[in-house]
């Protein structure tokens, strides 16, 4: 295997992400009726409560808190705290849908270059950030390097054109 520089670990994607609940049902509920998660099987040899979910390309693995009275909550939604990110294409269904469920958000709005880049943020049940956005319409332009690596359309048009013209430069 040759080593890269830019993926010395050689890593194909995101697998999931672990969270520490106070409770798994709360968790897997919020989970499955705000985010569209599904739960999947989960090995039973873990000698610990816990589940796993799966949605959008990733996985979710929720572990039980042996002491949920000593995990924080947090209250205050700030978006610069650790957060997960979802890609919507609707903010305005996404935003009507959170009030309806009851659910505080901030709004947030990013301009680069006239191009605005919607952001919602909120809690789940343990106070981990949620964001829900409309990152693609921001492109994925590299600091280095000649791959560029994005979920939407225009960036994978743009990363198939930058491949074309290299090959074509090379030629």
Request: with cysteine; glycine share 8%.
């Amino acid at each position: 295997m040759k080593e890269s520089a830019g993926n010395p670990l050689h890593l194909t994607s995101l697998n999931h992400i672990s969270l520490v609940c106070r409770s798994i049902e709360d968790s897997m509920s919020f989970y499955q009726n705000v985010l569209g998660f599904v739960p999947i099987r989960r090995p039973g040899s873990f000698k610990f409560d816990g589940a796993w979910l799966f949605g959008h390309g990733i996985g979710i693995h929720l572990l039980q808190s042996e002491d949920p009275s000593s995990l924080p909550k947090k209250k205050e939604i700030n978006p610069k705290d650790n957060h997960i990110s979802f890609q919507c294409e609707n903010m305005g269904a996404v935003e009507k849908k959170l009030k309806e469920m009851g659910l505080d958000c901030v709004r947030a709005i990013v301009e680069e270059g006239g191009i605005n880049v919607e952001q919602l943020f909120f809690h789940d049940p343990d106070g981990f950030m949620i964001e829900v956005c409309n990152c693609d319409n921001l492109p994925v332009i590299p600091l280095a390097g000649e791959m560029v690596r994005s979920c939407s359309r225009a960036n994978l048009q743009l990363m198939a054109q930058q491949q074309q013209n290299i090959s074509i430069i090379k030629s």
